[in-house]
């Protein structure tokens, strides 16, 4: 296929394929992804969530690129989705029990987690695995 007719595909076919996703979410998140202390969203596997995680999952799988657009109030963030993955509870996915917030957003059930591409940290640890007590082997020595 010619340069020309690629560019001419309909939304979401061959390799200009882009899958956007919206998110509500509150300010305490929002702000921990825009200053690059929070990698990650995590949605409750409903219906809802099953048919999009399961979209951008295969939109990812053919290789082509899936946005997250992060709604809080009137703010907006945009953020490449790298991975998404699927947890049989939200523990497993938070590597701990949700917060009293968490339960009543997630709850313990499955969960689909979103992981975006992050800017680089200057080598800095990921301060998420700072809480869950997982360092990379350099950074313990």
């Known amino acids: 296929m010619d340069e020309k007719a690629k560019g001419m595909l309909p939304h979401g ?3 200009t394929e882009v899958y956007r996703l919206s998110f ?4 305490i998140y929002f702000d921990l992804i825009k200053n690059g202390l929070k990698d ?13 995680a ?5 939109v990812l799988r053919r290789g082509g690129s899936v946005k ?18 699927w947890y049989e509870t939200s523990v497993g ?27 680089e940290q200057g080598g ?4 998420v695995r700072q809480h869950t007590g997982q ?3 350099e950074e313990m020595k």
Not at 44 to 50: E, I, L, S, T
Not at 124 to 127: Q, R
């Open 93 to 119: 996915a938070l590597n701990r029990k949700p917060s009293e917030q968490g339960m009543k957003d997630i709850g313990m059930g499955p969960v689909w987690k979103f992981h975006f591409v992050m800017p």
């Open 13 to 15: 076919i061959g390799e």
């Open 68 to 85: 997250a657009v992060l709604v809080c109030g009137k703010d907006r963030l945009i953020k490449e989705v790298k991975e998404v993955s």
């Open 124 to 127: 800095l640890p990921n301060p």
């Open 24 to 27: 509500r979410i509150r300010r």
């Open 54 to 58: 399961s979209r951008a999952h295969e």
């Open 40 to 52: 990650n969203e995590i949605r409750a596997a409903k219906p809802f969530w099953d048919v999009r």
């Open 135 to 137: 360092r990379k082997e």
